[in-house]
Protein backbone atom coordinates (compact mmCIF):
# COMPACT_ATOMS: atom_id res chain seq x y z
CA UNK A 1 0.00 0.00 0.00
CA UNK A 2 0.74 3.49 -0.35
CA UNK A 3 3.54 5.02 2.43
CA UNK A 4 3.89 8.12 4.00
CA UNK A 5 3.88 10.95 1.43
CA UNK A 6 5.04 14.62 2.25
CA UNK A 7 4.53 17.51 -0.02
CA UNK A 8 6.41 20.11 -1.03
CA UNK A 9 9.97 17.67 -1.45
CA UNK A 10 12.17 20.95 -1.29
CA UNK A 11 10.96 24.35 -0.26
CA UNK A 12 13.53 27.20 -0.33
CA UNK A 13 12.19 30.87 1.67
CA UNK A 14 13.21 33.75 2.02
CA UNK A 15 13.64 35.05 6.14
CA UNK A 16 10.62 36.32 7.89
CA UNK A 17 8.22 34.37 5.34
CA UNK A 18 5.86 31.68 6.25
CA UNK A 19 5.95 28.32 5.01
CA UNK A 20 3.02 25.08 4.99
CA UNK A 21 4.52 21.79 5.11
CA UNK A 22 1.59 18.86 4.73
CA UNK A 23 1.78 14.93 5.54
CA UNK A 24 -0.51 12.10 4.84
CA UNK A 25 -0.34 9.27 6.92
CA UNK A 26 -0.60 5.75 6.13
CA UNK A 27 -4.00 5.06 5.36
CA UNK A 28 -5.56 3.59 9.11
CA UNK A 29 -2.34 4.50 11.32
CA UNK A 30 -3.69 6.47 14.22
CA UNK A 31 -0.18 8.25 15.76
CA UNK A 32 1.72 10.75 13.53
CA UNK A 33 4.83 12.34 14.17
CA UNK A 34 6.97 14.99 12.93
CA UNK A 35 10.38 15.83 13.22
CA UNK A 36 13.70 17.99 12.10
CA UNK A 37 16.91 17.14 11.14
CA UNK A 38 19.57 19.15 10.36
CA UNK A 39 22.61 18.26 8.45
CA UNK A 40 24.72 15.62 9.95
CA UNK A 41 22.08 15.85 13.41
CA UNK A 42 19.84 12.83 14.64
CA UNK A 43 15.73 13.15 14.70
CA UNK A 44 14.98 16.06 16.88
CA UNK A 45 11.39 15.57 17.70
CA UNK A 46 8.27 17.82 17.09
CA UNK A 47 5.17 17.28 18.01
CA UNK A 48 2.81 13.96 18.34
CA UNK A 49 -0.57 13.79 17.50
CA UNK A 50 -2.90 10.42 18.26
CA UNK A 51 -6.34 10.09 16.98
CA UNK A 52 -8.34 12.58 18.58
CA UNK A 53 -6.51 13.19 21.81
CA UNK A 54 -4.38 16.27 22.50
CA UNK A 55 -1.21 16.72 20.66
CA UNK A 56 2.19 16.66 22.31
CA UNK A 57 3.69 19.60 21.43
CA UNK A 58 6.54 19.24 24.05
CA UNK A 59 9.23 19.68 21.28
CA UNK A 60 8.43 22.41 19.16
CA UNK A 61 10.94 24.73 19.45
CA UNK A 62 9.17 28.27 19.30
CA UNK A 63 5.83 29.62 19.19
CA UNK A 64 6.84 30.55 15.63
CA UNK A 65 5.62 26.62 15.40
CA UNK A 66 2.95 25.04 14.90
CA UNK A 67 1.03 22.14 13.85
CA UNK A 68 -2.29 20.85 13.03
CA UNK A 69 -4.47 17.47 12.22
CA UNK A 70 -7.59 16.96 10.94
CA UNK A 71 -8.64 13.30 12.90
CA UNK A 72 -6.17 10.56 11.59
CA UNK A 73 -5.70 12.13 8.24
CA UNK A 74 -3.33 14.75 6.89
CA UNK A 75 -1.24 16.91 9.27
CA UNK A 76 0.28 20.62 8.12
CA UNK A 77 3.32 22.04 10.03
CA UNK A 78 3.29 25.67 10.08
CA UNK A 79 6.35 27.79 10.46
CA UNK A 80 6.01 31.45 10.66
CA UNK A 81 8.42 34.22 9.99
CA UNK A 82 11.20 31.55 8.77
CA UNK A 83 14.44 32.24 10.03
CA UNK A 84 17.84 30.47 8.56
CA UNK A 85 18.10 28.25 11.60
CA UNK A 86 15.00 26.66 10.41
CA UNK A 87 17.07 25.25 7.82
CA UNK A 88 16.64 21.62 7.99
CA UNK A 89 14.54 18.53 6.61
CA UNK A 90 11.53 18.16 8.31
CA UNK A 91 10.22 14.17 8.80
CA UNK A 92 6.71 13.02 9.45
CA UNK A 93 6.60 9.30 10.64
CA UNK A 94 3.30 7.72 11.30
CA UNK A 95 2.61 4.11 13.35
CA UNK A 96 -0.52 2.06 13.26
CA UNK A 97 -1.29 3.48 17.06
CA UNK A 98 -0.20 4.42 19.83
CA UNK A 99 1.00 1.37 21.82
CA UNK A 100 2.47 -0.13 18.26
CA UNK A 101 5.53 2.61 18.13
CA UNK A 102 7.21 1.29 15.03
CA UNK A 103 7.30 4.51 13.11
CA UNK A 104 7.29 4.45 9.13
CA UNK A 105 8.68 7.91 7.82
CA UNK A 106 7.63 9.74 4.63
CA UNK A 107 10.85 11.15 2.23
CA UNK A 108 10.66 14.48 4.13
CA UNK A 109 10.75 18.01 3.13
CA UNK A 110 13.87 19.72 2.78
CA UNK A 111 13.14 23.93 4.21
CA UNK A 112 15.96 26.54 2.99
CA UNK A 113 15.88 29.92 4.19
CA UNK A 114 17.73 32.39 2.80
CA UNK B 1 23.61 14.28 29.11
CA UNK B 2 22.19 13.30 25.92
CA UNK B 3 19.06 10.72 26.22
CA UNK B 4 20.82 8.57 23.50
CA UNK B 5 24.59 8.22 22.57
CA UNK B 6 25.90 6.87 19.29
CA UNK B 7 29.38 7.00 18.10
CA UNK B 8 29.54 8.81 15.34
CA UNK B 9 31.93 6.42 13.39
CA UNK B 10 32.61 6.08 10.87
CA UNK B 11 33.01 2.22 11.34
CA UNK B 12 34.70 0.09 8.43
CA UNK B 13 34.39 -3.29 7.71
CA UNK B 14 35.27 -5.70 5.15
CA UNK B 15 32.28 -7.30 3.30
CA UNK B 16 31.30 -10.72 5.02
CA UNK B 17 32.10 -9.66 8.08
CA UNK B 18 30.22 -8.60 10.84
CA UNK B 19 29.31 -5.03 11.94
CA UNK B 20 28.90 -4.04 15.72
CA UNK B 21 27.10 -0.83 16.46
CA UNK B 22 26.05 0.41 19.77
CA UNK B 23 23.84 2.69 21.96
CA UNK B 24 23.61 3.82 25.30
CA UNK B 25 20.50 5.47 26.68
CA UNK B 26 19.91 7.68 29.61
CA UNK B 27 16.28 7.18 31.05
CA UNK B 28 15.80 4.02 32.90
CA UNK B 29 12.13 3.87 32.51
CA UNK B 30 12.72 3.48 28.47
CA UNK B 31 10.39 0.60 26.95
CA UNK B 32 10.85 0.69 23.27
CA UNK B 33 13.92 0.19 21.26
CA UNK B 34 14.35 1.01 17.63
CA UNK B 35 16.91 0.50 14.59
CA UNK B 36 16.46 2.93 11.70
CA UNK B 37 18.89 2.75 8.62
CA UNK B 38 18.72 5.98 6.75
CA UNK B 39 20.76 6.10 3.21
CA UNK B 40 22.40 9.22 2.36
CA UNK B 41 19.78 12.04 1.46
CA UNK B 42 16.78 9.38 2.38
CA UNK B 43 14.34 9.30 5.06
CA UNK B 44 15.11 6.63 8.23
CA UNK B 45 13.90 3.02 7.33
CA UNK B 46 12.80 1.06 10.83
CA UNK B 47 15.31 -2.31 10.80
CA UNK B 48 14.70 -3.71 14.24
CA UNK B 49 12.51 -2.78 17.28
CA UNK B 50 13.27 -4.53 20.75
CA UNK B 51 11.38 -4.74 23.83
CA UNK B 52 12.52 -7.46 26.15
CA UNK B 53 16.11 -8.10 27.72
CA UNK B 54 18.10 -10.17 25.23
CA UNK B 55 18.52 -10.78 21.62
CA UNK B 56 16.13 -10.40 18.63
CA UNK B 57 17.05 -11.67 15.03
CA UNK B 58 15.62 -11.24 12.09
CA UNK B 59 17.46 -12.31 9.05
CA UNK B 60 21.26 -11.23 8.89
CA UNK B 61 20.24 -8.68 11.93
CA UNK B 62 20.45 -9.29 16.07
CA UNK B 63 19.19 -6.79 18.23
CA UNK B 64 20.17 -7.20 21.76
CA UNK B 65 19.07 -4.98 24.51
CA UNK B 66 20.47 -4.97 28.25
CA UNK B 67 18.11 -2.54 30.37
CA UNK B 68 20.12 -2.78 33.29
CA UNK B 69 23.27 -1.60 31.56
CA UNK B 70 20.84 0.87 29.29
CA UNK B 71 22.72 -0.35 26.21
CA UNK B 72 21.07 -1.36 22.85
CA UNK B 73 22.89 -2.73 20.37
CA UNK B 74 22.78 -4.49 16.32
CA UNK B 75 24.67 -6.81 14.86
CA UNK B 76 24.79 -7.11 10.86
CA UNK B 77 26.11 -10.05 9.85
CA UNK B 78 27.30 -11.28 6.43
CA UNK B 79 27.60 -7.32 5.77
CA UNK B 80 27.02 -6.31 2.35
CA UNK B 81 28.41 -3.26 0.63
CA UNK B 82 24.42 -2.32 0.65
CA UNK B 83 24.33 -2.18 4.39
CA UNK B 84 26.48 1.01 4.38
CA UNK B 85 24.77 4.25 5.47
CA UNK B 86 23.77 5.47 9.13
CA UNK B 87 22.44 3.35 11.74
CA UNK B 88 20.39 5.56 14.27
CA UNK B 89 19.17 4.40 17.19
CA UNK B 90 15.69 5.62 18.96
CA UNK B 91 14.59 5.05 22.31
CA UNK B 92 11.64 6.29 23.93
CA UNK B 93 11.41 8.21 27.27
CA UNK B 94 9.48 8.66 30.18
CA UNK B 95 6.40 10.29 28.06
CA UNK B 96 6.21 6.72 25.82
CA UNK B 97 5.22 8.23 22.63
CA UNK B 98 7.69 10.51 22.87
CA UNK B 99 11.15 8.92 20.72
CA UNK B 100 14.76 10.24 21.13
CA UNK B 101 17.28 9.65 18.21
CA UNK B 102 20.72 9.41 18.20
CA UNK B 103 22.81 11.16 15.79
CA UNK B 104 23.53 7.77 14.51
CA UNK B 105 26.46 5.55 13.21
CA UNK B 106 28.12 5.75 9.61
CA UNK B 107 28.83 2.20 8.51
CA UNK B 108 30.75 1.86 5.76
CA UNK B 109 31.08 -1.65 4.21
CA UNK B 110 34.37 -2.19 2.05
CA UNK B 111 33.95 -4.83 -0.76
Known amino acids: GAGVSQSPSNKVTEKGKDVELRCDPI?????LYWYRQRLGQGLEFLIY????????KSGLPSDRFSAERTGESVSTLTIQRTQQEDSAVYLC????????????FGPGTRLTVT | QKEVEQNSGPLSVPEGAIASLNCTYS??????FFWYRQYSGKSPELIMS????GDKEDGRFTAQLNKASQYVSLLIRDSQPSDSATYLC???????????FGSGTKLNVKP
Open chain 2, 90 to 100: AVNGKDFNKFY
Open chain 1, 93 to 104: ASSLTDWSYEQY
Open chain 2, 50 to 53: IYSN
Open chain 1, 49 to 56: FQGNSAPD
Open chain 1, 27 to 31: SGHTA
Open chain 2, 27 to 32: DRVSQS
